[in-house]
């Protein structure tokens, strides 16, 4: 691990100012991904802003009937939320499908959404990887591609996103709120949140340089059936071959988002709106244009399926 300089953020205002003042510098919650990271000289930051003072940590009901969580509440929380199980059970299943208890109880709302791929090629560093070092390669075209994207993937990059959270957040129409180096705040649609490979893969959001996230909000409950379902190689501690969060209601219209299959949580309107019609419909359009690999193209009958199960059990 590289020596790096550390500092307490005393504001979400100071930490982006540090941050934007610094382009070397990372914030630092949980860690749960970041520490990783660094031991393996894949992320080298010279400067940590410690966030975990901020008073970030409390999840409050909104004027408008909603929920917004702090960038610092922990996923365990998070998910045992009676208000998250009772209103978006969605996002609490979601939560305790990822990762194992003792990562829970560090990781936080923003670092989930911030978390990076699980790419084997991304984590050696003697394989060249465009998101590790730009331009070097996509070692994963044409080698061992059986865990990834199959769809808005790109001539650079077919890594996935990993997050379990990020699929519910998606299905909900969650908002990411921000603030910036000069105070200004901004509200983040998830859809426009994470950005696909193109030709850019090293850069995986739309935030700035150090653009802080503050909450994530969920709109009103919606209402109906939440499932989400994640098929994996085993049964706990391993990340999703494909999985499908829903939400269905009872005259089996609703919303879908998959993960697994792309480099960002994926969700096609059109596809929501074909729920009724069954699985085939929906995950035709979901997948209109993937591009598999050979060792990967098994995942997109495994989202068909996985949809069928998925509604299925809405219907009981």
Avoid at 37 to 47: D, Q, R, S
Avoid at 146 to 165: E, F, K, L, Y
Avoid at 268 to 285: F, M, P, Y
Avoid at 302 to 308: A, K, N, Y
Wanted: hydrophobic share 40%.
């Amino acid at each position: 691990m590289k020596a790096f300089t550390y500092e307490r953020a005393s504001s979400p205002e100071a930490a982006a100012r540090a941050a934007a003042n610094n382009p070397e510098a990372k914030f630092i919650a949980g860690g749960t991904n970041l520490l990783d990271l660094m031991k393996l000289e894949i992320e080298k930051p010279t400067h940590l802003i410690d966030v975990n003072g901020l008073e970030l940590d409390k999840i409050e009901k909104t004027t408008e009937g909603g929920l917004r969580i702090g960038a610092l509440v922990r996923n365990t929380d998070l998910a045992a939320d009676q208000v998250v199980r009772r209103d978006y059970g969605l996002l609490s299943r979601a939560l305790l499908a990822g990762a194992s208890g003792q990562l829970r109880n560090k990781a936080t709302t923003a670092g989930n959404l911030l978390q990076r791929t699980r790419c084997p090629y991304f984590y050696d560093t003697a394989q060249p990887c465009n998101k590790r070092q730009p331009g070097s390669g996509c070692s994963a075209i044409g080698g061992f591609s059986r865990q990834h994207a199959v769809v808005g993937v790109s001539d650079g990059c077919i890594a996935t996103h990993p997050s379990d959270m990020a699929i519910a957040m998606r299905a909900l129409d969650a908002i990411v709120e921000t603030v910036k180096r000069d105070g200004t705040h901004r509200s983040i649609p998830i859809a426009d949140f994470h950005r696909l490979p193109g030709d850019t893969p090293q850069i995986e959001t739309v935030l700035e340089q150090g653009e802080f996230i503050t909450a994530v909000v969920l709109p009103p409950p919606v209402g109906g059936k939440h499932i989400y379902r994640k098929v994996r190689d085993r049964a706990s501690y391993a990340f999703a071959l494909v999985s499908v969060g829903a939400v269905i209601q009872s005259d089996g219209t609703g919303r879908v988002a998959v993960g697994g299959v792309a480099h960002k949580p994926w969700r096609v309107d059109a596809a929501d709106a074909e729920l009724g019609k069954g699985a085939r419909a929906a995950a035709g359009i979901l997948l209109a244009n993937a591009r598999p690999t050979e060792q990967n193209k098994f995942k997109v009958d495994l989202v068909e399926r996985t949809l069928g199960a998925v509604i299925a059990e809405a219907r009981g």
